[in-house]
């Protein structure tokens, strides 16, 4: 068996309810019982973990996925040991270095250089070890002609940067990351992957808490999917995530199901929705959030992904012909319509979205039921979850029925490849380079596996 | 109090670290800069010097001339005021470290109370220069380092009890503001101990205060260049390593609820 480097047995965490209020009546009558010590009611008390176990063996990554509220950083914390647990155990192997909130500790008057020897230090090495490192730290940041500069000055990008730098430099057996990759530009992230995937493999083990679930399944060797404090499954990322992404696309549809009667009816008294927004959802303007809105007056009354074969899969690999099959109705006729389909990444960027109006169609009629396909020809993508938007609306984009990433499909794929799209691409060399190719292998072939 | 001093000594790299940061933080960016360490204990000195020569002269033969008296006093009180004042919300005020990064936060006030040291003794050559020049200086200057160290654990003690207790009843920061007002006067500063006639119930009372066996020993080392007040020193030290045990203990019992009351 592999040593393990975290170990969590029935964790539970509870939170007071209301910090400061009620709490004690007054400092003298809870000097005078003593009852500064004394624990609280239960129902004062919120618990944000309930007897959650869990191992991470060493050199493994381990990635807590959930919803904002289910409990990912508490847990977090308690594995730094910043919190303790209010019941169960915890037990970490090695330093540990915690990536929750970047550049806690600095002082905003006082330069960068002595920031990052000051931020050491907390972090726990010693002055020595700061010195050492100080140069790398400084590279890794990419901030050598400010790092003279008072941290004021600094951009919160630069601010993020030199803090990440840190906490990476410190070297930690353990390396707790919160959902602090977005630190910088593609260029910055892509080198703190990089430094990530380097510490795996010299056999580090990581924490992420995060809500890229690409990166959960590029990354991870395992997930922890934790629903309302409790853990909802356990095992391998794609199965975690997919189970995930499945929840939640349900959990929203019957939210919006619900919010439908009143969505409906702030749409008919004309304070309803801006074109292709959802309703009542202003609030999270912005993120990409699956749901369903529209009128219905043309309902998409079920969605299946076919392969080339016509069968209906899930799983596909690159290169593959999507079919995406509507069965629509409209209970009325309906003369102005338009179908449209878009393609997202699992952290909800565009992958590629089109319509029948964009592409020059122009509607006539429909009534009762029908059928739309759309044939993705060759779908290049490479490995990863992609959700799918399907809609149908007016040309004025007033919705008829949009489901917004309520289906997905997942592409699989032997070749690790990173990005979106993957082009139709050839390598070759010549001159002193020696390479050896490697042995000519297909892609998995999944239309053969029932049930997959 | 065994383990909080254990503590302290692994977390020293630490606490010279912040220490730095804070001395260095605290001027940037004024144009007097580092300078302003040895104009603040002036210029507080010459308010006082200009309310009690002027205003209420003082006029005790002991202690002329007043302004040095005076100023024997100020500085180690504006280390044991300045170091609780700041302590009181340290923790507070670093609720971020204290939440998001394993930090040993006793750190903090230990910090705030070293900090203000290091101000004391900024001030200590200019006492020192004043003293010089109106003849004062004297072998008993030597012993210095005796009561400074019975301010530094009883401070110590004060500012742990303090900065863990504000952090769940935030209303002691503006009591203390008063306390320390208080204190200040019932702490013989402005006026000498030495006048109070022996028996009184004013000296019976002060006698109470740890602050006033600390400051007259100040006042004689520095100013008087005679000491005899060991025995009241000596209590105050029992005092001192009291209050610390008591400090350390409450913070460490509160020490798992810092980070969830921040």
Redesign the interface.
């Known amino acids: 068996m592999t040593p393990t480097a975290i170990v969590a047995r029935d964790v539970t965490k509870r939170y007071r309810r209301f910090a400061h209020r009620n709490q004690f009546r007054t400092l003298k009558s809870a000097l005078l019982t003593g009852s500064v010590l004394s624990d609280l009611r239960p129902e004062e008390t919120f618990t944000a973990l309930e007897g959650v176990s869990f191992e991470v063996p060493k050199g493994s990554a381990f990635a807590v996925i959930g919803e904002n509220g289910s409990g990912k950083s508490t847990l977090l914390k308690l594995v730094a040991g910043i919190t303790k647990p209010t019941r169960g155990s915890l037990a970490v192997d090695g330093r540990v270095s915690a990536l929750i909130e970047l550049g806690a500790g600095f002082h905003p008057e006082i330069s960068g250089r002595e920031n990052v020897a000051i931020n050491g230090v907390m972090l726990g090495l010693t002055r020595r070890e700061v010195d050492r490192r100080f140069d790398a730290i400084v590279d890794f940041a990419e901030l050598r002609d400010f790092i003279d500069a008072p941290v004021k000055t600094y951009s919160s990008g630069m601010y993020m940067r030199l803090g990440f730098a840190v906490a990476i430099h410190v070297d930690p057996e353990v390396l707790l990351i919160d959902e602090v990759l977005a630190v910088g530009d593609e260029a910055f992230t892509r080198k703190c992957l990089d430094k990530i995937a380097e510490f795996r493999r010299r056999g580090k083990t990581i924490l992420f808490v995060t809500h890229s679930l690409g990166l959960v399944e590029k990354m991870c060797d395992d997930a922890l999917w934790l629903r309302h404090g409790q853990a909802a499954d356990r095992g391998d990322p794609k199965r975690v995530v997919d189970a995930y992404l499945t929840y939640v696309a349900g959990g929203e549809e019957a939210l919006l199901r619900s919010s439908q009667a009143s969505a409906a009816e702030r749409a008919e008294t004309g304070d309803g929705s801006a074109p292709g927004g959802p309703p009542g959802q202003a609030a999270l303007a912005g993120g990409y959030r699956p749901g369903r809105w529209g009128g219905r007056e043309v309902e998409i009354r079920a969605v299946r992904l076919l392969d080339a074969r016509g069968r209906e899969r899930h799983v596909f690999v690159p290169g593959e012909t999507v079919t995406l099959a509507l069965s629509v109705h409209a209970a009325t006729p309906v003369t102005d319509f338009v179908f449209g389909v878009g393609l997202f990444a699992a952290d909800g960027t565009s992958v590629y979205g089109t319509n029948t109006d964009i592409e020059g169609f122009s509607p006539r009629r429909i009534a009762g039921d029908a059928e739309v396909h759309l044939a993705l020809e060759g779908l290049s993508l490479v490995e990863g979850t992609y959700l799918v938007d399907l809609a149908a609306h007016r040309r004025d984009g007033t919705p008829y029925d949009y489901l917004r990433g309520l289906h997905s499909f997942r592409v699989k794929s032997r070749v690790k490849d990173v990005g979106l799209y993957r082009p139709s691409h050839r390598w070759s060399f010549a001159g002193g380079a020696e390479i050896v190719s490697p042995e000519p292998r297909g892609e998995l072939d999944l239309g053969e596996e029932p049930g997959v | 109090m065994i383990a909080a001093i254990r503590a302290l000594v692994r977390y020293r ?2 606490v010279q ?2 220490v730095s ?1 804070e001395l ?2 605290r001027y ?2 004024s144009v007097l800069g580092f300078l302003w360490s040895f104009v603040n204990p002036l210029l507080v000195l010459l308010t006082y010097t200009l309310v009690f020569t002027v205003i209420l002269p003082n006029r005790q033969a002991d202690i002329q001339p007043y302004f040095l008296f005076l100023f024997c006093g100020i500085l180690p009180w504006t280390w044991f005021s300045a170091s609780l004042a700041e302590s009181s919300g340290v923790i507070i005020a670093s609720g ?8 040993p936060a006793e750190v903090l006030p230990t910090v705030n109370v070293l900090a203000n040291l290091v101000h004391f003794l900024l001030g200590l050559p200019i006492l020192l220069a004043f003293l010089a020049w109106k003849g004062k200086l004297a072998w008993t200057l030597l012993l210095l380092p005796l009561p400074m160290l019975v301010q530094l654990v009883l401070t110590l003690g004060l500012a742990l009890f303090l900065s863990a207790l504000t952090v ?5 920061q503006n009591i203390l503001t008063h306390v320390l007002h208080l204190w200040f006067f019932a702490t013989p500063v402005i006026y000498s101990y030495a006048a109070i006639p022996e028996g009184s119930p004013l000296r019976q009372a002060l006698r109470l205060n740890p602050m006033t066996h600390v400051m007259v020993t100040y006042q004689q080392i520095l100013f008087h260049g005679n000491v005899d007040h060991w025995r009241g020193l000596f209590l105050a030290l029992l005092v001192g390593i009291l209050a610390f045990a008591a400090g350390s203990f409450l913070f460490d ?2 020490r ?1 609820t810092l ?3 921040v």
Do not use: Q, T
């Open positions: 790299a630490l670290s912040l940061r260095k933080a940037r960016g971020n470290l204290i939440k998001k990064v394993l930090f769940h009843f935030r209303d002691l019992r509160l798992d980070p969830e009351e």
